[in-house]
């Protein structure tokens, strides 16, 4: 599921293609888009890279190739509405049926908790963050925190000093707020997602890679928004 910048973006290119065989210019993707400044569309190239659906050619100027654009359900543009994760269990995961609230720990019941898998985060440079249920994982309430849960599948290796590796699963507690110290998911500008250590810096806000390989972003308070905590993880061997 593309986020609307992005489904716009690659609209857009798509269209230049057609028009005129030549891709657009970033400036004109930006004027295009409506942003403020060219990094907005790298982010946004990226994001699309990868998730597949663009390439970049090497050592050629301007040189874009589309790989494939979404499937009509995918196509439709997502609300203009701040983006947040809203983890959900959906009943015979067919589109158009009702969706079933998240289960929740329950203390003491020793109950295998339903936690919806909500697609991918990004354990390295940020992806943009994902809404759609894939499918659901049963755990032991023992592994969780009371409220409600929703997992990721972790992309990247900016984690790999706090035993985070891709591929993994992280389970996260939804919640707003965090401690100093806690590993959070981040979206950053309302677009991004990102799995980091939550630092705070006076009034800025750092997100920490377990990586030395990896440098720690310092960003403003209103350019972050936590989505919740990392409370387990599950490893496939």
């Known amino acids: 599921m593309l986020t609307r910048k992005q489904l716009e973006l690659l609209q857009f290119i798509q269209a230049r293609m057609q028009e005129s065989g030549v891709p ?7 004027d295009a888009l409506d942003l403020k400044s060219k990094s907005g569309i790298h982010r946004l190239i990226m994001a699309l890279e990868e998730r597949g659906f663009l390439r970049r050619l090497p050592n050629r100027a301007r040189a874009l190739e589309i790989l494939r654009m979404p499937d009509a359900p995918a196509a439709k543009p997502a609300p203009a509405e701040p983006r947040r994760f809203t983890p959900s269990v959906v009943e015979g995961g067919l589109a158009g049926k009702p969706k079933a609230p998240v289960v929740q720990a329950q203390d003491g019941e020793g109950r295998p908790v339903i936690v919806p898998v909500m697609g991918r985060i ?6 943009s963050a994902i809404e759609s249920q894939s499918h659901t994982i049963a755990m032991s309430p023992d592994f969780l925190a ?3 849960h929703y997992a ?3 992309r990247g290796d900016s984690m790999i000093e706090a035993g985070i590796l891709d591929g993994d699963l992280v389970v996260i507690h939804k919640q707003e707020t965090a401690n100093n110290g806690d590993i959070i998911v ?7 997602a990102t ?3 939550l630092r705070r810096r006076g009034s800025s806000i750092a997100l920490e890679a377990a990586n030395p390989a990896y440098e720690t972003r310092v960003l403003g308070p209103d350019r972050v928004r936590i989505q919740g905590k ?4 599950v490893r496939r061997y």
């Open 230 to 233: 990392l409370v387990s993880l």
């Open 146 to 148: 009371g409220g409600e």
């Open 24 to 30: 657009p210019s970033f400036d004109e993707m930006k």
């Open 186 to 192: 981040a979206l950053i500008d309302d677009e991004e």
């Open 122 to 127: 990004a354990a390295g440079t940020p992806i």
């Open 195 to 197: 799995l980091k250590r």
């Open 152 to 154: 990721l599948e972790v």
